[in-house]
């Protein structure tokens, strides 16, 4: 019986079934090491874990979905620290003074190039995606480029506003509310597109909250609707299709 292990972050392994999910269905036995945060040092982490104990057989495949090159992972007290975006996180100032994000970059290309052999080593079938565009350091430009074209790519068009509309709302979150001010519209005005006049400076106000070029962006974009980013399932069968149209045929 062949068995299929997954490794990624929330991309993989989410509150509802994502590319590793659908793939899972054509095996046997199905793993998935996805972590909420993760970047690629813990997907790595997690592969050689699997190697050292023999888990994965030469008959098996191995899917990893790797993560944005923003991330830094960590072991505290044995659990893993895994935060997203270090840029986001509420890492102190003098951690985020220290870091370079190109370094980083560089790093990451050293850890898919590392799984890269892992994996040949077993023999497995594997294949690799990506949540976004990794950038090919050298001398690790031959292992990246076997790297299918990413989420962002396909799916998203490199803007995530992209497919607002398609996306599902984040889950208790209220982050218009509370940047709203007294003068602001409301979401039920923004959605209806039935908007009062609004003075200059409450639109600059707005548009600086929410990191929009301008306010039209805001209005098109629907950057108040507090939408969760993460494909829903049917954009992870899109994105399936689109990047390795056979894999129904894995098993």
């Not at 949540?131 to 490199?158: C, R, W």
Request: hydrophobic share 35%; proline share 5%.
């Amino acid at each position: 019986m062949s068995a299929l292990y997954t490794y990624g972050c929330s991309f993989t392994k989410y509150n509802w079934p994502t590319w590793a999910d659908h793939m899972g269905k054509n095996f046997g036995k199905f793993i998935n090491y996805g972590g909420v945060g993760a970047g690629n040092q813990y997907i790595l982490h997690k592969l050689a874990e699997s190697h050292a104990i023999n888990e994965i057989a030469v008959d098996d495949t191995v899917a990893i979905m790797w993560s944005t090159t923003n991330r830094y992972d960590s072991i505290i007290k044995g659990k893993w620290d895994i935060r997203g975006n270090v840029l986001n996180s509420d890492r102190p100032k003098e951690f985020i003074d220290m870091i370079d994000l190109v370094g980083f970059e560089m790093r990451d290309c050293a850890f898919i190039h590392t799984a890269k052999t892992i994996l040949d080593s077993i023999g497995c079938r594997y294949v690799f995606f990506s949540l976004d565009d990794i950038y090919p350091h050298a001398p690790f430009e031959k292992t990246i480029n076997t790297i299918l074209p990413s989420t962002m790519q396909v799916l998203y068009k490199g803007d995530y506003y992209n497919r607002v509309e398609d996306l599902r709302p984040a889950n208790g979150s209220h982050s218009y509310e509370v940047h709203a001010g007294a003068d602001w519209p409301t979401k039920e005005q923004f959605a209806t597109r039935n908007l009062p006049y609004i003075l200059p400076e409450i639109k600059q106000e707005i548009c600086e909250s929410f990191n929009a070029k301008n306010f039209q962006e805001v209005i098109d974009k629907k950057m108040w609707m507090d939408p969760d980013f993460h494909p829903t399932p049917e954009m992870h069968l899109e994105y399936l299709d689109a990047v390795l149209p056979d894999w129904r045929l894995w098993h």
